[in-house]
């Protein structure tokens, strides 16, 4: 299994950022998918989750009304829509299945915000 991000970059504070993940070596569409993050000095938190049939969202608090997840079966890709980004969203982001496995963590993509 693979996950593979992508779209991460340096934005200004109240910027926006779109970051994508390709999946292979799974049956995608059988997941419930998630976001995470993992800012310097800091654990790996969960950010955004995707249910894998009623495509139902979860936020976390942090990032709620700004950030939306969406998900497409047919071509195995997660997404993730930054708007408003803030400095405390810095961090490495990565996509796997929730829960997680610990086998299918990625590179992650970085996102940096600030002026």
């Known amino acids: 299994v693979q996950f593979v991000e992508s779209g991460g970059g340096l934005v200004q504070p109240g910027g926006s950022l779109s970051l994508s993940c390709t999946a292979s070596?799974?049956?995608?569409?059988?997941?419930?998918l998630g976001w995470y993050r993992q800012a310097p000095g800091k654990g790996r938190d969960i950010v955004a989750i995707i249910d894998s049939r009623s495509y139902t969202t979860h936020y976390a608090d942090s990032v709620k009304g700004r950030f939306t997840i969406s998900r497409d079966n047919a071509k195995n890709t997660v997404a993730l829509q930054m708007n408003s980004l803030k400095p405390e969203d810095t961090a490495v982001y990565y996509c796997?299945?929730?829960?997680?496995?610990?086998?299918?963590w990625g590179q992650g993509t970085q996102v940096t915000v600030s002026s």
């Open positions: 796997n299945t929730e829960p997680n496995r610990r086998d299918y």
């Open positions: 070596g799974l049956t995608f569409s059988s997941y419930t």
